[in-house]
Nanobody, 123 residues
């Protein structure tokens, strides 16, 4: 039984930082590419960052160098370090594991999803 559990969300002021974690069980984070996504009410879920099994990364344009995706194989955990947060980064953030062989940010290509962690950027 695959479980992806996100944590680390919360309320942060504009310009602040947060690190999101995604602990996996029943699944090895280096089995396939993994990614972070976000969603706000009334909008489609969108890709934020992805990391393949070789450590190659890709980011959405809106990230603009502010976020870093990484993984710790010993802890079987995926991370998203977010710096210089903006109010428009407010969303529910999800981690997900991609279909075998896929690398990118299309939500339909991801098969396992966590329940999400809320990030709110506000003063």
């Amino acid at each position: 039984h695959v479980q992806l559990v996100e944590s680390g969300g919360g309320l942060v002021q504009p310009g602040g930082s947060l690190t999101l974690s995604c602990a996996a069980s029943g699944y090895a984070v280096n089995s396939d590419s993994m990614g972070w996504f976000r969603q706000t009410p009334g909008r489609e879920r969108e890709g934020v960052a992805a990391l393949d099994i070789d450590g190659i990364t890709t980011y959405a344009d809106f990230v603009q160098g502010r976020f870093t995706i990484s993984k710790d194989l010993a802890k079987n955990t995926l991370y998203l370090q977010m710096n210089s947060l903006k109010p428009e980064d407010t969303a529910m953030y999800y981690c997900a594991a991609a279909n075998w062989g896929y690398f990118g940010l299309h939500t339909r290509e991801y098969r396992y999803w966590g329940q999400g962690t809320q990030v709110t950027v506000s003063s």
